[in-house]
């Protein structure tokens, strides 16, 4: 793969983002993005306003160390690690198929 020498190379790469495949692969991308980010954000921003103006529901105890608040904030990591292996299995099935489409029709490769 060389570096791009010529305006014909360009205008490839100008058809391809303009192209079908692209939009609907970044439509794919972007679906999964906002959805991803509506959910994490609402937890969080619900936790920062129960932190907020219910800090008595945060400090209710649920046995030893444990309290609601705590519990709140490992089930905000256990989110992270869920939509990352959400979004693994999602860009697996639908977003690499098709970005391998697009590729290969580039590259000319016979995939």
Same mark, same amino acid.
């Given at each position: 793969m060389g570096t791009m020498n010529s305006p014909a190379d360009a205008d490839r790469y100008v058809?391809?983002?303009?192209?079908a495949q692209f939009k609907a692969l970044r439509r794919q991308s972007n679906?999964?993005?906002?959805? /991803? +980010?509506?959910i994490f954000f609402g937890w969080w921003f619900t936790g920062c306003a129960l932190a907020t103006?219910?800090?008595?529901?945060?400090r209710q105890g649920l046995g030893g160390p444990m309290n609601v608040g705590l519990l709140f904030v490992l089930l905000?990591? /256990? +989110?992270v690690v869920m939509i990352s292996a959400v979004y693994l299995r999602f860009a697996r099935r639908r977003l690499d198929p098709l970005s391998e489409q697009i590729r290969a029709g580039l590259e000319g490769d016979p995939r």
């Open positions: 058809a391809v983002h303009d192209s679906a999964f993005i906002l959805w /991803a +980010s509506v103006f219910a800090p008595d529901f945060f905000s990591f /256990a +989110s």
